[in-house]
């Protein structure tokens, strides 16, 4: 009986260094024949800008939008607000602000050659009756998957605070000792 235990014990640990052998390989296989495949490359320039627009004024922001890939791609404008963390000063996408509104793409989207270069060129145009301040604004491009795919689209993307012109009024609050507004 304590054979056969014996046995049983050594046919399962063969049985583990098997499996563990056939997912390393599939692991080599999809690193080495398959990601690089899946990869997706857009540069884009400048990472960061910054204008100023008075209300009822209008400016121009280029985006230089760059194939690193050996194929062609096809690449759209998107616009996304975002806010900044606090504590580490990164961008948080996903929030909702006004201005995302006020911009818009004069292309609807560009085809791009392996290592081509071009740009979108995005009008800003900020109403008569909006406020002074400042908003967090991404411009991006993007490459979604392609028709009847389910897969990751590229996505690279600039940040653009846009300061709206005039008499900002800021409210001042007195902070106690204790925490509370005075």
Do not use: M
Not at 23 to 49: V, W
Not at 98 to 115: D, H, N
Request: charged share 25%; hydrophobic share 45%; proline share 4%.
């Amino acid at each position: 009986d304590s054979e056969s235990l014996k046995s049983v014990r050594i046919k399962n640990y063969e049985l583990r260094i098997t499996n563990c052998i056939r997912y390393c390989i599939q692991i080599i296989i999809f690193l080495f024949f398959l990601a690089p495949y899946a990869t997706h490359a857009i540069g884009i320039s400048p990472l960061k800008q910054t204008i100023v627009v008075d209300p009822g004024g209008e400016q121009l922001v280029r985006l230089e939008v760059r194939n690193d890939e050996q194929r062609d791609l096809i690449v759209f404008p998107e616009v996304a607000a975002f806010s900044v963390e606090e504590t580490t000063g990164r961008p948080v996408f996903g929030g909702v602000d006004q201005a995302t509104q006020w911009i818009r793409a004069t292309e609807a989207s560009l085809r791009l050659r392996p290592g081509e270069k071009k740009e979108f060129v995005f009008i800003v145009s900020v109403p008569k009756e909006a406020l002074a301040g400042g908003h967090y604004v991404g411009l991006f491009a993007s490459e979604r998957a392609g028709e009847g795919q389910v897969g990751i689209g590229a996505r690279a993307g600039s940040l653009l605070f846009l300061l709206v012109g005039g008499e900002a009024r800021e409210k001042p609050v007195v902070i106690l000792a204790d925490g509370r507004a005075g």
